[in-house]
């Protein structure tokens, strides 16, 4: 009877896990906006300690780009929202530096 218990609690478990991990997962492949909006709610220490955070970072955002390859376009908000910008507006006419982070 205990052993019985156990199992379901074990099972019950892995499941939980498992939906969370899945969650994560479906949140990591969304665009960076609304990823951002989403991972605002979630305890990082469950993500990058708990949960294979990394792993399932390194699948969803690792791309396939090799060297010499295009940039695929993209549209993001300027800093102050007020506008928005596109890489291929970009393409052939001046460089493009991306500054992914935070000086603060």
């Known amino acids: 009877m205990v052993v019985r218990w156990l199992l379901r609690g074990v099972i019950a478990v892995l499941v939980i896990y498992a939906a969370l ?10 665009p960076p ?5 989403i991972m ?21 955002r690792g791309g396939h780009l090799a060297h010499g390859d295009e940039a695929p376009d993209f549209t993001l908000s300027t800093f102050d929202h007020s506008s928005r910008v596109t890489l ?8 493009v530096v991306l500054v992914f982070g935070s000086y603060t």
């Open 21 to 30: 991990a899945g969650a994560v997962a479906w949140a990591m492949l969304q």
């Open 33 to 37: 906006e609304r990823f951002g909006r």
């Open 40 to 60: 605002t709610h979630v305890p990082m220490p469950v993500v990058w300690g708990v949960l294979p955070g990394p792993r399932i970072w390194g699948w969803a």
């Open 88 to 95: 291929s507006s970009h393409r052939g006419r001046q460089p």
